[in-house]
Each structure stands twice: as structure tokens, then as C-alpha cells.
């Protein structure tokens, strides 16, 4: 079956700008997980959505935002880029049930640089 | 919120050494931890995974176990070999609030050295 899709696979923005990065997670996969990953920080988190509801978030500004869709597929907005913001985002798909322990399959990416 | 510290940052190590990777977690009340593989300019991969009620699972040559009450887990690679070179990083689940993450230490470095 068709693993974690995620589009676009790169970026360049200017700084003010916005961005709009999609993720189409495994058939029948409904939680959505979206992560930075920057060489010194590794893996942060961003935030979830189950069900088209954000179920958590982690630490980044307003800036951030996401939102899914009934197909469960999730979009990441941000706003007024900043040079810090580039980035690799990975979105990370998992079945999620009340027990929400299975291992997640990751996309490929989105390679943002924001010059 | 849970942290996850990972130690070393970087190995290097002969072929047909071992290789440990150990990681220590805050939160009591993560249940679930992952190891995930990543190679240069490629997406982090699942390569074994441990839930709390097991102490120790083996998967050909990789390994993790788990230690609960001193709230650390660690990777085990035996035999490496040069295919074993990427960054690994570990993750423990979070609970809270009704809702799971995952969070992930800052990954190590791993070279094996032909």
C-alpha cells in the first residue's frame, strides 16, 4: 500500500512569506503527526490531529498552524517565515487507537529554506 | 512534558563491533518506545520497538531494553557492519491530557568504520 506522501518535496520562500506544506498519510492511518527536524535540534513536534482535531502541540509560535481534512489528510501553515524556519518538516502517519502505540511511518519530507 | 536525553551524540566503531546507544526519559508514564533509523537525505525509519511490560526484544542483530524504574531504554547493534552508518534516534511515548506524543532525543551519529 502507498506509504506517507508528502508535497512539496522542497521549498524556497522569502522571509515574510507564508507556506503551505500538504500530507496524505497510509490508507486507514486517521492520527497525523507533523515534526521539524533542524541539525542541531533533531525531531520536534509540532503538533497532531486525529479525527480533523489537533490533539496536541508542541512548543513553536502562532506562527505554526495545521488543520486535516475529513480524508484525513493534513496541511501545516506557516506564516511570516523567518530564516530560523528552514527546515526539514516530516509528517509521521499512524493507525491510533485509544492505545496509541504503534510505530509511526514517516513521509519523505519537505525541505523548506527560507532565504 | 516528557524529555528524552540520548547519549552519545556520535559513535564510531569497527566493523563486526557492538554499538549501544542508551537513552534516559522523564515521564513514568510513557509506555511505548521506538528506535527509528535514519539515512543521509532519507526518512526516519522504524527499525524496533519495546513496550513497557517488556524488559528486552531482539530483532537478528539489533536488540533494545528496556529498564522502567531507572527510566531508560537502549539500541544494541551487534555484528555492524557499513550499511549500519546513519543516525539513529530513540522516542518515548507521552500520554497526557488524553492525547499521545512522541518525542524524540537528538539522534546519534553512528559510523562504521570498514
Known amino acids: ?25 497510509i490508507s486507514g492511518h486517521r492520527s497525523v503527526s507533523w515534526y521539524q527536524q533542524t541539525p542541531g535540534q533533531g525531531l520536534q513536534f509540532l503538533f497532531e490531529y ?28 506557516v506564516s511570516t517565515l523567518e530564516l530560523g ?10 493507525p491510533s487507537t485509544l492505545r496509541r502505540d504503534y510505530g509511526y511511518t514517516f513521509g519523505s519530507g519537505t525541505r523548506l529554506t527560507v532565504v | 512534558g516528557e524529555n528524552v536525553e540520548q547519549h552519545p551524540s556520535t559513535l ?32 526516519p525509519q522504524l527499525i524496533i520497538d519495546i513496550r513497557s511490560n517488556v524488559g ?22 551487534t555484528e555492524t557492519q557499513p550499511e549500519d552508518s546513519a543516525v539513529y534516534f530513540c522516542a518515548a511515548l507521552l500520554f497526557g491530557a488524553g492525547s499521545y506524543q512522541l518525542t524524540f532525543g537528538k539522534g546519534t551519529k553512528l559510523s562504521v568504520i570498514p
Request: glycine share 6%; hydrophobic share 25%; with cysteine.
Open chain 1, 85 to 94: 524556519d528552514s527546515a526539514l518538516y516530516l509528517c509521521a502517519s499512524s
Open chain 1, 1 to 25: 500500500k502507498a506509504g506517507v506522501t508528502q508535497t512539496p518535496r522542497y521549498l524556497i520562500k522569502t522571509r515574510g512569506q507564508q507556506v503551505t506544506l500538504s500530507c496524505s498519510p
Open chain 2, 56 to 77: 528486552e526484544k531482539k530483532d537478528q542483530r539489533i536488540a533494545v531494553t528496556l529498564n522502567k524504574t531507572a527510566k531508560h531504554f537502549s539500541l544494541h547493534i
Open chain 1, 50 to 77: 486525529f479525527s480533523e482535531t489537533q490533539r496536541n502541540k508542541g512548543n513553536f509560535p502562532g506562527r505554526f498552524s495545521g488543520r486535516q481534512f475529513s480524508n484525513s489528510r493534513s496541511e501545516m501553515n
Open chain 2, 12 to 43: 564510531s566503531v569497527q566493523e563486526g563491533d557492538s554499538a549501544v546507544i542508551k537513552c534516559t526519559y522523564s515521564d513514568s508514564a510513557s509506555n511505548y518506545f521506538p528506535w527509528y533509523k535514519q539515512e543521509l537525505g532519507k526518512r
